[in-house]
């Protein structure tokens, strides 16, 4: 009796064991799955995680100016079919690339001067390596034997320079709907910000030394781009000065006196240009009338402002003849009539 209760007992005890043995191991099988689930899912999170970082990888190497075949830009622009414009540089060209993006194509002189050569670099080398909302995006160039070319990006409304001098009706180069006073004060606060970014914020200080009405495009919404880095200088930010080759430099009625006269050249020159540019907004009118061949000061508030180098100052005498009105001798020292609109804008 004894010896069958010893046996009734073990058999018990060794199912119970072997239940204990099949439980933990169906326990280590499912944990073993879950791991492996686990696993799988970390590989699928690392392919989903590594696609748009290589998304981002290439849009940041596509930030770079790339370089175009000549024949590549022939079959953009239809084979130059579209000219936006011309300049002493070369032609401007309309193109569609092929993800269906608008580009001006500006296509230098085929001679290829020295000038020619320095502007091309000049573009590259300084808008090249830049992005800003108020400057005109460089999306890349052309070096063949037979075609040098810079791809911009198109700004539909053109330049500032087709809505202004409405005032000044014997030289008018408007073509555009006059813009609102308040537009115009965005564009110029744009512009502003655009050239403080070159001066002060990028990683080399870029001097601009060509700021006027034409080279300040204009999207459809009537953000202005800084365009045209053909003059354009790089310069450390402890340098005070930049050497310049040549004289002449810059445009009639825009630039500093510095880069007509031989004197040390400095980012104050733009400053200098652009304060320029915000008279001919205000008074609807060339300050340099290529028309007349003769330059115009603009008066107001009774003080003449007059060529004086960037950072530098009149003499006693100009002063003199500026506190007192102007000089009388000069019959284009003439009053600027402001309507209200401008009043409140210059307030």
């Known amino acids: 009796m004894g010896n069958a209760l010893a046996i009734i007992t073990t058999i018990i005890v060794s199912k119970r064991m072997k239940k204990k043995i099949i439980k933990k191991v169906l326990e280590e099988i499912e944990k073993k799955n879950r791991e492996t689930q686990a696993s799988n899912n970390a590989v699928e999170d690392a392919v989903i995680e590594v696609g748009p970082v290589e998304t981002f990888l290439n849009q940041i190497l596509n930030e770079k100016p790339m370089r175009f075949s000549s024949e590549q830009l022939a079959a953009c ?49 300084t ?90 495009l204009l999207t459809a919404d009537d953000t202005p781009k800084v365009a045209d880095f053909g003059l354009a200088r790089l310069g450390e930010r402890e340098d005070t000065h930049m050497s310049l080759t040549g004289g002449g430099r810059g445009t009639p009625g825009y630039a500093a006196p510095e880069l007509w006269m031989a004197l040390p050249a400095s980012e104050k020159c733009d400053v200098y240009s652009f304060g320029m540019v915000l008279f001919e907004i205000l008074g609807q009118r060339r300050n340099y009338d290529p028309c007349r061949g003769e330059s115009r000061d603009h008066v107001q508030g009774g003080a003449v402002v007059r060529a004086v180098p960037a950072g530098g100052a009149a003499d006693d005498e100009q002063r003199g003849a500026d506190a007192g009105g102007g000089d009388a001798d000069c019959p284009a020292c003439e009053p600027i009539p402001l309507r209200h609109g401008q009043q409140q804008w210059l307030n």
């Open 77 to 125: 622009t239809r084979n130059y079919s579209s000219e936006l414009g011309s300049g002493g540089y070369g032609t401007v060209y309309k193109g569609e690339l092929p993800n269906g993006l608008l580009v001006a194509v500006k296509v230098l002189k085929v001679s290829m001067n020295k000038k020619v050569q320095e502007a091309f670099m000049a573009e590259i080398g």
């Open 127 to 216: 808008i090249g390596r830049t992005y800003h909302v108020h400057l005109v995006r460089l999306y890349g160039f052309c070096f063949d034997a037979n075609t040098k070319a810079l791809v911009y990006e198109y700004l539909e409304k053109g330049s500032l320079e087709k809505y202004l001098y409405y005032g000044d009706v014997e030289c008018s180069t408007s073509t555009g709907k006059r813009l609102e006073w308040g537009t115009l004060h965005g564009i110029a606060v744009g512009t502003a910000k655009g050239i403080r970014y070159l001066h002060e914020e990028c990683q080399q200080r870029i001097v601009h030394y060509d700021i006027k009405p034409a080279n300040i």
